[in-house]
């Protein structure tokens, strides 16, 4: 299954005129009976989905990845194939109906693994096309709200993920970090960590869904891992570190010890900032291999 680093972003070509150039156009009505869909689960895919439905003017009872299709007594789901230009003419019409803000709103809701993201993401599209003005804050629609609200979710996840990953250095010079976070956020953080450490090569693993980023100095691909067996573990093994990993780790710990203020110590506001469930992936925050030792050869000013 292919992943998309930016919102369906493959290069193609702007749609030529604006929305305040040209009138909207009308989604055709739904007028025949209702159809279980199926997709291969990549977002090309949803988006071919979203065609299908208007071309065969055929509501969705349910949209399915093909990995988890539960047909019904008498009927089958219709199979959708990909197709990267149907999906590329969905994707840019969108934007005559709302604004590129609003649009990857909706590929946050693809990525947030939510169980009814797809019939979500159609009704969204669907109310967008019939509406005459912006949708985007009409929260007194079900639909908007929680497509806002997931989105926000989206938001705060990849910016955790981005504050709070570690990497540890490997002996063939690799910076891995292996994460494994609530939502499918890989894609929305390949740009941060593609500019911030575009001078080292790099391995982000997702081990919860089982594929990663790879950067090589000059761009960052995706990356998947076949294995027979599921593995419970995917921290490297020591005899692949660099010998001066630990010594780092060490160096870390004892510069945040030595920067601590206990007096100013307020674990509310601290778990608040940095919830919990992320001190895994921060090397201050695991045992201590050396007992701390403050600092002894500091006096007050004016004293020998």
Not at 68 to 91: C, H, K, S
Not at 204 to 230: M, N, S
Request: charged share 30%; no cysteine.
């Amino acid at each position: 299954m292919s992943r998309s680093l930016t919102p369906y972003n493959r290069g193609k070509a702007a749609v030529a005129a604006s929305t305040e150039a040209t009138p909207r156009p009308t989604a055709p009505a739904l007028t025949n009976a209702p159809l279980d869909y199926a997709y291969d689960g990549s977002f090309e895919g949803l988006l071919s989905v979203l065609f299908a439905v208007y071309d065969r003017k055929a509501a969705p009872n349910s949209i399915q990845p093909l990995g988890e299709v539960q047909g019904g007594l008498f009927a089958q789901p219709v199979q959708i194939d990909t197709n990267e230009a149907t999906a590329t003419r969905v994707w840019e019409g969108l934007v005559r109906h709302m604004d590129k803000e609003a649009r990857t709103r909706l590929y946050h809701v693809f990525l947030s693994e939510q169980p009814d993201r797809e019939l979500l993401i159609f009704r969204y599209a669907d109310l967008a096309m019939r509406s005459a003005r912006d949708i985007s804050e009409n929260y007194a629609d079900d639909n908007v709200r929680r497509v806002a609200h997931i989105a926000q979710q989206m938001y705060r996840e990849k910016h955790r993920m981005e504050a709070f990953v570690r990497f540890e250095k490997t002996s063939d010079n690799l910076f891995h970090a292996t994460i494994d976070p609530d939502f499918d956020v890989l894609p929305l953080i390949a740009p941060h960590f593609t500019k911030r450490y575009a001078d080292q090569r790099w391995l982000i693993f997702d081990k919860r869904r089982r594929y990663g980023l790879y950067y090589d100095l000059h761009r960052t691909d995706v990356v998947q891992f076949e294995t027979t067996a599921p593995q419970r573990n995917t921290d490297i093994s020591a005899t692949v570190l660099d010998e001066r990993e630990p010594l780092f780790k060490l160096l870390w710990q004892s510069y945040f010890d030595h920067v601590n203020i206990p007096e100013r110590k307020n674990m509310k506001l601290h778990r608040r900032h940095i919830p919990l469930r992320y001190w895994r992936y921060l090397s201050e925050k695991q045992p201590r291999e050396q007992r701390f030792q403050p600092i002894k050869n500091k006096k007050p000013p004016g004293q020998v």
